[in-house]
């Protein structure tokens, strides 16, 4: 298995507050993907790095927002989180072929 | 816009009852079309890259092939462990390095 680590894996919060998901590789690749995954959309790009302090926005950004300080951490962050929000969501990596897909952390928006 | 569309979006099959399943995409210019096997609750799993038409890759009793429009994702006498979602993503052209996906195919194989 691909070195991804997500966490946490599961997390419950408020409407309203932030939260930060992160994502830790052990593979050194340059690229690295937050995707969101729900019913009848299925994986839809958030952000996405190719390179530290390096990153851009995908199809679905609206109140997500992202940082790499270092190769292998990637931090999502819901800056205020709404129930719209509650959905899977998948760190992947990339070396520049094919990507590589963490567990997924499952966020609940209450 | 790259564009991926799977079909069907359910299948059901019996054990050893062959089929395929498809993944149509318009993209400018491919740089990759892969298939992923995910099962509930966890990640995608890579299963093959497709880059020029005509490529076929082999696993076991799946077999992936590429033409300028579409890939299959052919399953031969399947088991009842082949039952997941099947989905398809390509990488365009067009100086980035996102991988858009397809909604996947849900496949249920039964014994």
């Known amino acids: 298995d691909a070195g991804i680590t997500q966490s946490p894996r599961h997390k419950v919060t408020e409407t309203g507050t932030p939260v930060t998901l992160r994502c830790h590789q052990t593979?050194?690749?340059?690229?690295m993907y937050w995707y969101r995954q729900d019913p009848g959309h299925g994986l839809r790009l958030i952000h996405y790095?190719?390179?530290?302090?390096?990153?851009d926005k995908g199809e679905v950004s609206d109140g997500y927002s992202v940082s790499r300080s270092k190769t292998e951490d990637f931090l999502l962050t819901l800056e205020s989180a709404t129930s719209s929000q509650t959905s899977v969501y998948f760190c992947?990596?990339?070396?520049?072929?094919?990507?590589?897909f963490g567990q997924g952390t499952r966020l609940t928006v209450v | 816009e790259d564009q991926v569309t799977q079909s069907p979006e359910a299948l059901r099959l019996q054990e050893g009852e062959s089929s395929s399943l498809n993944c149509s995409y318009t993209?400018?210019?491919?740089?990759?079309l892969f298939w992923y096997r995910q099962d509930p609750g966890k990640g995608p799993e890579f299963l093959f890259t497709?880059?020029?038409a005509g490529e076929e890759k082999e696993k076991e009793r799946l077999k992936a092939t590429l033409t300028k429009k579409e890939s299959f994702l052919h399953i031969t006498a399947p088991k009842p462990e082949d039952s997941a979602t099947y989905l398809c993503?390509?990488?365009?052209?067009?100086?980035?390095?996102?991988?858009?996906f397809g909604t996947g195919t849900r496949l249920k194989v039964l014994a």
């Open positions: 790095s190719y390179g530290v302090k390096d990153t």
């Open positions: 993209v400018s210019g491919l740089r990759g």
């Open positions: 992947a990596i990339s070396g520049g072929t094919e990507a590589f």
């Open positions: 993503a390509v990488r365009s052209r067009s100086g980035t390095y996102k991988y858009i």
């Open positions: 593979e050194n690749h340059r690229y």
């Open positions: 497709l880059y020029s």
